[in-house]
């Protein structure tokens, strides 16, 4: 999901044209081409391409010759780096204009520094804020404030633009990538800025940065600071200030929603779109796009914790806004709609509405396509996004041609990417490696899933070794997923080092940060008991589903609507364990929950959660078949069986397997009681379901055991059945019970 973070309006607006003019307001403050460190990057590029061409060209001469392409991948880190040097230039520079415009330029330090900076002289206008002789300063002007108390409002006045010539510096040196330690150094220019003058320049700024570099913890505060004096100033003037009033409810409300205050981020959200709503009563085209960005925002919000119904309303208002602006300026505003068809649709197929989730995707995809013919280097990106998004719903509809095809195309587009600009798209290549993996999964093609989820570990873990704050996530991610698909092989060695691996990185993580990480902990503890209840090590695994069921609970209470679901997941695994233990109390006691938790949710969110509902009154016969109250078992075999018919007329292909099952389940039921017409009835209903899915190893299995139930009751089968099946008629008809796995 996308969501926007804004810089501060207090206002100040402006660009970087084509020809590189930095452009604040309406005038011209530098050419940013023309800019000496800009000019040495780009000749410094010029020179890795010539290089990184001459080398691949000797590495073509001799192809066995290590060093050189150790060699070929240092330049080619070295000119990505550049790169992005480069980019990060162009952002920060025209940061700093906008600051230049914000803060009076009342000493001679700060005269010189813009003179250097408008002449594109940065490391000149750097070199006039002598750090050293401006701390100096700033201590003797804090001791004369400290004595001198008739001279208070002089000194004030020198304090405040010793903060701007510190303000600046800091926004300086966050360009100035000659420097080792330019955050460290960035961080500590801005808290000096602070410490002089604590303003409404600084803080928004100082928040800006932190937010842009995943320090949310720390920019928090910074933007609640800024709010209650944002407030005040609106107290008394509300045209100007109402504007920054929002802005900054939108960002700190980012915060909390990365943060997972979920309570806290929708206040925020809720009072920064009615702001809004008033102010676009007033002037409609400056205050729209607004609107929709906080609508768009809050929407994910309440996907998040499973407010479908809120979720949609706001994307579908968003829309319209974003469906109006295009009327006025396609070529700003048509980005934007299809981020929130992209948004919408990833809402859509999480609901199981497939149909809309399908136009939605395929709008997005379209507008995309559209820009990235214009501007490919700009908009490729955003097309690869929407591939992966619609790769995942055709995978999720069993539609596995199309969806290898959606993600091999998005797979291509990141690997193009990530030959010029390895550091921003290697994350992106990792993830849809990930998604190919479980869809070959999907597919029984293990080998090919395994080479998947490898290099996609390859990647996370280079990464990590540069920035684990930001990477040891997916590496988690990328163990737990590779782990299931080593327990599906029966590697069961594997799958649990795997898992465990897995366990303790976000063990790790959610020490530092549990309201975003422990949920993690609970899925893969669930997983990894999954894992311990196929090697019979029962003990071991009822411990671990009570520790993830004991996480999710607590996470359930505070947010239900997005954690319940878990809850109940667990229940169902729990109650299966319980079962194979022969522990039949306990396990119908943990159905039940999870029972009346599905329901619930069903009332909320039918087309979602009935499938769950469906799986486990199919779990919850199985087990009184099992015990013999024939009564309760078909009465709960019917249920399972018209909710799972009413979910296949909506998407056979998503939910045909899962009837089968129960089909397949409901006519061992009635073996046990000699009941010929029914097995016959419902073994070639599920053998008419399993047709279109033969070639999966795990329904050959399903298929035996209805050949099995149908040859016993002398039915003739078709022959295309004989084929994959006769020969390995398995001797014991068991009941299958649907245990929940979770890929993250």
């Keep these: ?89 162009r952002i920060q520079v025209f940061e700093l204009a906008k600051t230049f415009e914000k803060i009076d330029l009342d000493t001679e330090r700060l005269q010189k ?103 949310n913890n720390k920019a928090t505060p910074l933007y609640e600071e800024t709010l209650a004096i944002y407030r005040q100033l609106a107290e008394v003037n509300p045209k100007i200030y109402l504007p920054d009033v929002a802005t900054t409810l939108n960002n700190l409300a980012n915060l909390q929603s990365a943060k997972n205050e979920f309570a806290k981020a929708e206040k925020s959200y809720e009072e920064a779109l009615a702001i809004r709503r008033q102010l676009v009563q007033v002037n409609p ?42 009327q006025v300026n396609p070529q700003t505003y048509l980005l934007d709609v299809a981020m929130t068809l992209n948004n919408l649709a990833n809402l859509q197929s999480d609901k199981n509405e497939f149909a809309k989730a399908e136009k939605s995707y395929e709008e997005a995809l379209a507008i995309r396509r559209q820009l990235a013919r214009v501007s490919s280097q700009i908009y490729l ?92 996530s997916s590496v988690a991610t990328t163990l737990n997923n590779l782990a299931n698909l080593q327990s599906d092989k029966n590697e069961l060695t594997k799958a649990e080092k795997s898992y465990e691996e897995a366990l303790t990185i976000r063990r790790q993580l959610a020490e530092v940060n549990p309201q975003i990480y422990l949920h993690r902990v609970a899925t893969t503890l ?40 878990d809850v109940a997941t667990t229940l169902n695994n729990l109650a299966n364990l319980r079962s194979q233990m022969n522990d039949y109390s306990k396990g119908i006691f943990y159905y039940e929950e999870a029972l009346v938790i599905y329901q619930q949710l069903t009332e909320v969110n039918p087309l979602t959660y009935l499938p769950y509902l469906a799986t486990t009154l199919n779990n919850l016969a199985n087990l009184y078949s ?60 599920a053998l008419e379901l399993f047709r279109p899915f033969i ?6 299995s399903y298929i035996k055991i209805a050949i099995q139930l149908l040859s016993k009751v002398d039915y003739k089968i078709e022959e295309i059945f004989q084929k994959s099946s006769k020969e390995d008629l398995i001797e014991k008809s068991n009941f299958s019970n649907i245990k929940i796995q979770g890929n993250e």
Excluded: C, W
């Excluded at 309760?632 to 799972?644: F, G, P, R, S, V």
């Design 113 to 215: 520094a813009k003179f250097h900076f408008d002449k594109g002289e940065f490391k000149e206008a750097r070199a006039v804020l002598d750090a050293e002789i401006m701390t100096h300063e700033l201590t003797a002007l804090l001791d004369k404030r400290e004595r001198l108390n008739t001279k208070i409002t002089e000194n004030d006045k020198n304090l405040s633009d010793n903060s701007d010539e510190f303000l600046i510096l800091a926004q300086l040196t966050a360009i100035d990538f000659d420097l080792k330690d330019r955050f460290e150094k960035t961080i500590q220019y801005f808290e000096k800025s602070l410490q002089a003058e604590r303003n409404l320049a600084n803080l928004f700024a100082f928040a800006y940065f932190l937010q842009e570099h995943k320090q």
């Design 526 to 565: 669930n997983n990894l008991a999954n894992l311990q209840s196929a090697k019979n090590e029962f003990t071991k695994a009822e411990n671990t589903y009570e520790e993830a069921l004991v996480i999710r609970r607590q996470l359930a209470e505070v947010n239900p609507q997005t954690y319940l679901p």
């Design 381 to 472: 990106p955003d097309v690869a996004t929407t591939l992966n998004s619609l790769a995942n719903l055709q995978s999720a509809k069993n539609e596995f041609t199309k969806a290898e095809k959606s993600y091999e195309e998005a797979l291509a587009i990141y690997r193009q990417l990530a030959e010029v600009n390895p550091q921003t798209y290697l994350p992106d290549i990792g993830m849809i490696l990930n998604n190919l993996a479980v869809l070959q999964k999907a597919k029984n093609e293990f080998a090919k899933a395994e080479k998947s989820f490898g290099e996609a570990l390859a990647i996370y873990r280079q990464l990590a070794e540069v920035n684990p704050q930001t990477y040891f």
């Design 285 to 326: 085209q400056t205050y729209l796009l607004d609107v929709a960005m906080t609508l768009n925002n809050l929407a994910n919000l309440q996907y998040s914790k499973n407010e479908f119904a809120k979720a949609e309303k706001s994307y579908e208002e968003a829309l319209a806004n974003y469906r109006q602006l295009v």
């Design 1 to 89: 999901m996308d969501n926007h973070i804004q810089d501060s309006k207090n206002i100040v607006t402006g660009h970087i044209d084509a020809k590189g003019n930095v452009i604040v307001g309406d005038n011209i403050v530098i050419n940013l081409k023309e800019a000496a460190q800009y000019i040495a990057l780009e000749k410094e590029i010029e020179n890795l391409d010539k290089r990184f061409n001459k080398t691949k060209t000797k590495i073509e001469q001799y192809p066995n010759d290590v060093n050189l392409r150790e060699k070929l991948i240092q330049i080619n880190k070295e000119r990505s780096e550049k790169q992005q040097e480069l980019e990060t230039l």
């Design 695 to 700: 070639e999966i190893s795990s329904i050959q």
């Design 626 to 685: 099992f015990i013999e109250n024939i009564g309760i078992a078909k009465d709960l075999y019917q249920k399972a069986i018209h909710i799972k018919e009413s979910l296949v007329e909506l998407n056979p292909n998503v939910y045909s397997i899962d009837l089968g099952i129960t089909y397949l389940n409901f006519a061992i039921f009635s073996q046990k009681r000699n009941e010929k017409e029914i097995i016959i009835l419902y073994a070639t209903k």
